[in-house]
């Protein structure tokens, strides 16, 4: 079956410039997540989804960054005025449920963005 | 605040060697944890998780990890390493009341032919 895919698989703009991204979650999973992939800061979360709520934010940088989920369904991440330390990989997942923690998060490919 | 510490960022075994990967987490009670891999390009694939029950976890590709909750820790070990096991290897763990991942910063394996 399909897996959660991600798209564009790159992405590169320039300072200043918005910039959408985009996550299609495995069908029927309830949960979506975002993650940032970084050289110098790893792997951080960034937020989450229960269905089109989004109960935790606590992970995004600044105001800049903002997500939004529609149908239950895709998730898109934008970035508003971008600047370079925003480049990384931008990895999405999602998982049946959230119900007590401990369910597997299956992962996109990410989009790699690079700000010039 | 919970955390993953894993030691060495890169680890390089011959092919046939055991693959050993650390991973030491920080938390006041024993967290979910897992381990995933990450292929070049890729996005990350989980090998195996520890939520309840027997504390030696089997997961894909002949991996396995055992949570010894007097240590804090949950390493990866394979018996035999092969060229195909080269990737990047994250421990993570979540709690019992956040959905969350906090990740370590992970190993690359090196397998030398």
């Known amino acids: 079956g399909a897996g959660v895919s991600q798209s564009p698989s790159n992405k590169v703009t320039e300072k200043g410039k918005d910039v959408e991204l985009r996550c299609d979650p495995i069908?029927?999973?309830?949960?979506l997540y975002w993650y940032r992939q970084s050289l110098g800061q790893g792997l951080e979360f960034l937020i989450y989804f229960q269905g089109n709520s989004a109960p935790d934010k606590s992970g995004l940088p600044s105001d800049r960054f903002s997500a939004e989920r529609t149908g239950g369904s895709v998730s898109t991440l934008t970035i508003q005025r971008t600047q370079q330390e925003d480049s990384a990989v931008y990895l999405c997942?999602?998982?049946?449920?959230?119900?007590?923690?401990?369910?597997?998060?299956?992962f996109g490919p990410g989009t790699r963005l690079t700000v010039l | 605040a919970q955390s993953v510490t894993q030691l060495g960022s890169h680890v390089s075994v011959s092919e046939g060697a055991l693959v050993l990967l650390r991973c030491n987490y920080s938390?006041?009670?024993?967290?979910?944890l897992f381990w995933y891999v990450q292929y070049p390009n890729q996005g990350l694939q989980l090998l195996l998780k520890?939520?309840?029950?027997?504390?030696l976890v089997k997961g894909i590709n002949g991996f396995e990890a055992e949570f010894k909750k007097s240590e804090t820790s949950f390493h990866l070990t394979k018996p035999s390493a092969h060229m195909s096991d080269a990737a990047e290897y994250f421990c993570?763990?979540?709690?019992?009341?956040?959905?969350?991942?906090?990740f370590g910063s992970g190993t690359r394996l090196l397998v030398r032919p």
């Open positions: 993570a763990v979540s709690d019992h009341s956040s959905y969350k991942l906090i």
């Open positions: 069908s029927g999973h309830t949960a």
């Open positions: 938390s006041s009670v024993p967290p979910y």
């Open positions: 520890y939520t309840t029950g027997a504390t």
């Open positions: 997942a999602s998982s049946l449920r959230l119900a007590e923690g401990g369910n597997e998060q299956f």
